[in-house]
């Protein structure tokens, strides 16, 4: 079984994140499990962030392409 991943750097998330969610929004239907993750603390919260996604479908290349457009934004597959 081949397990492909997405992970993807999210930096100035206050402003970039939106744009993010709605490309995952339109290729939902593809992802599997999604996890974000940054650093919080009581005192502080991160600006930069990463989400990992378990995917499949044949639009991952162009999800992960309107992605990389993002300026702050960084995303790269892996297959595993």
Not at 3 to 21: F, G, M, N, P
Not at 28 to 56: M, P, Q, T, Y
Not at 70 to 80: G, H
Request: proline residues 1%; aromatic residues 4%.
């Amino acid at each position: 079984m081949t397990y492909k991943v997405v992970l993807i750097k999210i930096d100035h998330r206050s402003t970039e994140a939106a744009k993010v969610q709605g490309i995952l929004t339109d290729h939902g239907c593809s992802i599997k499990v999604r996890l974000g993750l940054h650093e919080v603390s009581k005192e502080f919260c991160a600006n930069d962030g990463l989400v990992v996604l378990e995917v499949e479908g044949a639009d991952i290349p162009q999800m992960i392409d309107k992605l990389n457009a993002i300026d702050y934004v960084q995303a790269k597959l892996i297959e595993m």
